[in-house]
């Protein structure tokens, strides 16, 4: 059962350009959540989705970020103008999501955004 | 606005003796605990989960939870040098907002 997928795993992007993460939970999984890991700060929580729904995106930055996860395919996380403090590790996990209480989030192995 | 606050560290602790984690929580409505394993470089892995006050044990991982002084902590037995790694704590409060809130983590360090 292949886990968590992410790509790609390193990008490298100029100032002013977009960046486009793409994420495939877990088979069986229908309920993906975006993080983002600035050097030396924890894990910040930035949008919940569901297929073809944005459930919870209280963690977005206002302007710049954008996050889909369409009927077919993977979710993806899109930075458009990118600026050198977006630089950082962003990771995708997914839970099964069956029941009332929060199910385990299994993560992926994450994308090291570098903007130069 | 909920937190989650652990010591940084680093803590350093002999091979084979035992690891103690703690972390404290500012939101009375977290519902679900979790610890998570980070070395450095990769992404979190799943250590433990734990909903109920007491303790859950799980192999040389004992996670345990008291709700009314908001804190949970993680023992580690029998320490290995494979264990070096940052523990993160996490909690949901399950309701509205559905993502987890992450503690900076604690940086462990097991000594040959």
Redesign the interface.
Known sequence: NAGVMQNPRHLVRRRGQEARLRCSPMKGHSHV?W?RQLPE????????LQKENI??E??MPKERFSAEFPKEGPSILRIQQVVRGDSAAY?CASSPRVGG??E???????TRLLVL | QKEVEQNSGPLSVPEGAIASLNCTYSDRGSQSFFWYRQYSGKSPELIMSIYSNGDKEDGRFTAQLNKASQYVSLLIRDSQPSDSATYLCALDSGGGADGLTFGKGTHLIIQP
């Open positions: 959540y993080y700060e924890g894990l910040k929580f930035m949008v919940y459930i919870d209280s963690g990771f209480t929060q385990t989030q299994y993560f992926g192995p994450g």
